[in-house]
């Protein structure tokens, strides 16, 4: 009976997290599955996870600095307006805040999963544009995993690598990325994988995320009937499946969005994690959500120690640990 209870409070709080996540997806336009998926892969769907060699935290793992640029950039649409106004922007890219304890109050914030995975979807959709401007297409899920994982830049050149000339080899391509990570670059007998096989080991590390049961019954338990996630190959592109993977984008930013990419992101770093870029979200993203968002439409708020309501936080996995 002990063990019957505690598998009922288990469900009940991976139906309330996932119900989080589905509003955080509804409140920012990122696809419901893809956040599931990505939050089983970085942290196993675990709110509190925190990385030992890093200061990332949270459901999605963000470390201080993307956490403080995303909160500073898109936060205001979301009910942090306070929070936003109080972290400051450096020429350099570097953000600030003045105040000791509210930097500490608003790191704090990623501890909450509502917070946590609306600034996920924020980022996603960053990245979705981003990649829909350098490819002329959507991304498929995952796809922009690979840019979750190589950065928009190196995913774009992976993936159009792949398409025009799959037998090429990855490490010629990307040598320092490579030599960092040979698990995904080499096969075990350590010859070099192609451009189209990396492509498909990261896509596969994706979909195995998205049918584990853990990730499917977080989906179904927020009434999402999930689809089977396969990994896709480039030999043979299909441009009428990849638009079907992923929400279709507001017209209007994806008119702006050539003219609006910000620099390359460095490869190979966790979409949430800073690198060498000076905006953490896309400058149409931001500009989508600073002029239209409604209070109304934001996520279901909680309150902050200032009295304001707000709305409703990835290790990187490089050996798929969480995948499956």
């Known amino acids: 009976m002990a063990i019957d209870t505690i598998a009922a409070g288990l469900d009940s709080v991976r139906?309330?997290?996932a119900s989080t996540?589905?509003?955080a997806a509804a409140a920012t336009g990122a696809s419901f599955e893809y956040l599931v998926s990505a939050a089983k892969i970085e942290s196993n769907l675990n709110p509190t996870a925190a990385a030992s060699t890093s200061s990332a935290r949270g459901l999605y793992q963000f470390?201080?600095?993307?956490?403080?640029g995303t909160v500073k950039e898109a936060g205001a649409?979301?009910?942090?307006?306070?929070?936003?106004?109080?972290?400051?922007?450096?020429?350099?890219g570097h953000y600030t805040v003045d105040d000791p304890s509210a930097r500490n109050e608003i790191l704090k914030l990623r501890d909450d999963p509502a917070a946590n995975a609306a600034m996920a979807g924020v980022l996603t959709q960053s990245n979705s544009f981003k990649l829909t401007g350098a490819l002329g297409r959507r991304p498929t899920d995952g796809e922009l995993y690979i840019a979750h994982f190589m950065g928009v830049g190196g995913a774009s050149r992976l993936i159009t690598s792949a398409e025009n000339n799959?037998?090429?080899?990855?490490?010629?391509?990307f040598p320092q990325a490579a030599a960092a990570n040979r698990p995904i670059f080499y096969d075990r007998d350590g010859s070099p994988r192609s451009v189209s096989q990396v492509y498909t080991v990261l896509t596969s590390r994706y979909a195995a995320a998205s049918n584990s049961p853990m990730a499917r019954t977080a989906m179904a338990s927020a009434?999402?009937?999930p689809g089977t996630s396969e990994p896709v190959s480039l030999r043979a592109p299909n441009t009428a499946t990849y638009l079907s993977y992923f929400p279709q984008p507001t017209v209007a930013a994806n008119e702006r969005v050539a003219s609006l990419q910000g620099p390359q992101d460095q490869m190979f770093r966790s979409l949430f994690q800073a690198g060498n870029r000076t905006e953490p979200v896309s400058p149409a993203v931001q500009s989508l959500w600073s002029n239209t968002a409604a209070p109304g439409s934001t996520p279901a708020a909680t309150a902050t120690s200032g009295g304001a309501n707000?709305?409703?936080n990835l290790f990187s996995d490089p050996t798929g640990a969480y995948s499956g």
């Open 21 to 23: 996540i589905k509003q």
């Open 77 to 92: 649409a979301f009910g942090y307006g306070q929070y936003a106004d109080a972290i400051s922007k450096s020429p350099s």
């Open 15 to 17: 139906a309330k997290l």
């Open 223 to 225: 009434g999402v009937t």
């Open 310 to 312: 707000v709305p409703f």
């Open 63 to 68: 470390i201080e600095q993307t956490w403080l």
């Open 166 to 173: 799959p037998s090429a080899s990855a490490p010629a391509f």
